[in-house]
């Protein structure tokens, strides 16, 4: 639909700086992996090898809170265009969530390149990689939905967002392994269901990690009760949207 | 959700059954803001809206152009969002058997970032083309605003005119039978406004229903049929052109001020 070429037009201006993509990432990756590998020599973190086990994190994180941060934005930036617009509300929501996507699948040879440094080859259950995509994919657009419709009734939800993500950043496994969290606290980590997604993406490269399955059951389950929690919200919060265009 | 839904057995072409809705009063940003919401949480001001529309029953026959008369902040532009479906009436309803588009400042939506090519997909997307439909038309809604030799230009450059030209005839080639006109149904220099009036006089005697909110009497008188006269958000008469002209006169002789309305809705309008 249109919205896909609007997406291409957006990633045009990008283009140029489409290494920009895998660096940074890669850039992020390798200063963590240095912090917590090689100064804190912190063997108990995570899984090895470590410079992988980060990268596979990183990549969807950075997917997340940028879609996430982006939709606080959307009917700010939308403007005008609302006014006049037939196509449904959503689309605005789904094309900033489409234009971080294209931005993480593109960055995702850097996971590759971290293959090759480590000498680490995936096994049979990799097949759950775009699995993990399309969770996340729900997920974040539910949230988005929320969270968009959210900052047009309160402004400020902005700035709570922000703070929410960095708190998460280190409330999901993405510098450490949920085997790592105490054995008690493990239920408690599942009602994040950002820990049964960034999961699914490792299990391809450590399927002993399948053990927690069921806390992946109940992670994921979640990711369907904010889609649909966040498609209702907006039906309401809809006609407020409008007003404000 | 689709915006507009339609009501194929409606007999008129767009029916508003006491319809209302309320409108977020323009702050100023900034300035009070902490105070407003301050005594908002203490309950003394519930919400910061005003009613912009309320009460409006009217239908409109398909082929019919009418004329949408008040002054600022009379509540045309919500009234027109609510007919195009972009705005979601409070109360009451809003049929239409006709998909309407609305042409509501339709050149801010145009991205100075886009090519010209660009931004004809775009807008003609928003207001309902398929990017098949944009494609096949780009040329001739491209020779209609003369800016082919543009085409594949950055719009940013290009001056007011140009883009409400272009805006213009984006609008009208989407085709539909039924459009809410917002101020400028008329655009451009003389040459162009020349073009645009046989346009519009050709899909009018084609049956193409128009709802028009302008302050210009001339284009009312040129062009409408019929026109309903709106006051503080209420539909006060529906009669002829030259009649609701006179009654919006003296309503303003009447009110000492000229804008006989609140300052902040300025920029609603």
């Known amino acids: 639909m249109l919205v896909l070429r609007d997406l291409q037009k957006q990633y045009t201006k990008f283009r140029l700086g489409y290494l920009w993509t895998l660096l940074e990432p890669l850039g992020m990756s390798i200063v963590l992996w240095f912090v917590f590998s090689v100064l804190l020599g912190a063997r108990a973190l995570g899984l090895q090898p470590y410079l992988l086990f980060l990268s596979l994190a990183i990549l969807p994180w950075w997917w997340f809170t940028k879609g996430v941060a982006a939709s606080t934005r959307v009917f700010r930036r939308a403007g005008g265009q609302l006014r006049i617009s037939l196509l449904p509300t959503e689309l605005w929501v789904l094309r900033v969530l489409l234009v971080s996507m294209v931005e993480f699948l593109l960055s995702l040879p850097v996971v590759l390149i971290a293959m ?130 | ?38 005594r908002r949480i203490a309950g003394e001001v519930r919400r910061d809206e005003v009613w912009r529309l309320r009460d409006a029953t009217f239908s409109v026959a398909e082929g019919e152009s009418v004329a949408i008369v008040g002054g600022k902040g009379s509540g045309r532009e919500a009234l027109l969002r609510l007919a195009a479906g972009t705005l979601v009436p409070d109360e009451g309803s809003v049929r239409r058997r006709l998909g309407v588009v609305p042409m509501i400042d339709v050149a801010r939506s145009l991205v100075r970032g886009y090519t010209v090519r660009q931004n004809i997909y775009l807008v003609g997307g928003l207001l309902g083309m398929t990017p098949d439909d944009a494609g096949r038309q780009i040329e001739s809604i491209a020779a209609f605003a003369g800016v082919e030799s543009i085409l594949d230009k950055y719009l940013g450059a290009a001056p007011p005119l140009v883009r409400q030209r272009l805006a213009w005839s984006i609008t009208m080639a989407t085709g539909s039978r039924a459009f809410a006109i917002e101020q400028t149904l008329i655009v451009g220099d003389r040459d162009f406004r020349q073009r645009c009036w046989t346009r519009v006089d050709e899909m009018r005697d084609d049956g193409v229903t128009f709802l028009l909110a302008s302050d210009s009497p001339k284009q009312f008188r040129r062009f409408c049929d019929r026109a309903i006269l709106l006051d503080n958000g209420h539909v006060v008469a529906q009669t002829s052109v030259p009649e609701a002209l006179s009654m919006l006169r003296e309503s303003r002789r009447r009110s000492s001020e000229p804008e006989p309305d609140d300052p902040d809705s300025t920029t609603d309008l």
Do not use: H
């Open chain 2, 1 to 38: 959700m689709a915006r507009q839904d339609l009501t194929r057995d409606l007999d008129a072409a767009l029916a508003f059954e006491s319809a209302g809705v309320r409108m977020p009063r323009r702050r100023r940003r900034r300035g009070d803001g902490r105070r407003q919401r301050l």
């Open chain 1, 116 to 245: 090759l440094v480590t000498g680490t080859w995936p096994g049979p259950l990799i097949l759950l990689f775009p699995v993990a995509i399309v969770l996340q994919f729900l997920l974040m657009y539910g949230l988005s939905l929320l969270i968009s419709a959210g900052s047009v009734v309160i402004p400020d939800l902005a700035r709570i967002v922000r703070i929410v993500l960095r708190a998460l950043f280190y409330l999901s496994p993405v510098l450490y392994s949920i085997s790592n969290i105490p054995q008690q606290l493990q239920g408690v980590a599942a009602l994040n269901p950002l820990v049964g997604v960034l999961g699914l993406y490792r299990i391809g490269f450590w399927p002993e990690e399948i053990e927690s399955a069921a806390g992946y059951g109940i992670s994921l389950a979640l990711c369907l009760v904010i889609l649909v929690v966040g498609i209702i919200v907006f039906r309401r919060i809809e006609p407020r949207i409008l007003k404000e265009a």
